[in-house]
């Protein structure tokens, strides 16, 4: 079982950077592809970026590409999401998970594809 903890979200003016931080225990967490998602209010979940178990596949949505970055430290067992920036849009709650056996890209924008998630944290981008 691995258990997710997200941490450094709140609130941030348009313009404005934040970098969230998501700490994992439990499991072997360089083996585990980890990602980000968000949730907006009435909107569906979506994702946002991952990172393969190497750090040799990053993906992102087109939304963020370009803005944000995604890095993993497996000494510290833990992946960030460098946030630059910011727009009001991209105000939601932010979730990190993580999963194994990936295959493509595609498979990384799947949040069925995750077995382990975070409790979420809050980002607010005001204009």
């Known amino acids: 079982q691995v258990h997710l903890v997200e941490s450094g979200g709140g609130l941030v003016q348009a313009g404005g950077s934040l970098r969230l931080s998501c700490a994992a225990s439990?499991?072997?967490?360089?083996?585990?592809?980890l990602g980000w998602f968000r949730q907006a209010p009435g909107k569906e979940r979506e994702f946002v970026a991952a990172?393969?178990?190497?750090?040799?596949?990053?993906v992102f949505a087109d939304s963020v590409r370009g803005r944000f970055t995604i890095s993993r430290d497996n000494g510290k067992n833990t992946v960030y999401l460098q946030m630059n920036s910011l727009k009001p849009e991209d105000t939601a709650v932010y979730y990190c998970?993580?999963?194994?056996?990936?295959?493509?890209?595609?498979?990384?924008?799947?949040?069925?594809?995750?077995?382990?998630w975070g409790q979420g944290i809050q980002v607010t981008v005001s204009s």
């Open positions: 998970a993580a999963g194994s056996g990936y295959s493509g890209s595609g498979s990384y924008r799947d949040y069925r594809r995750y077995d382990y």
């Open positions: 439990g499991g072997t967490f360089s083996a585990l592809g």
């Open positions: 990172i393969s178990w190497s750090g040799g596949t990053i």
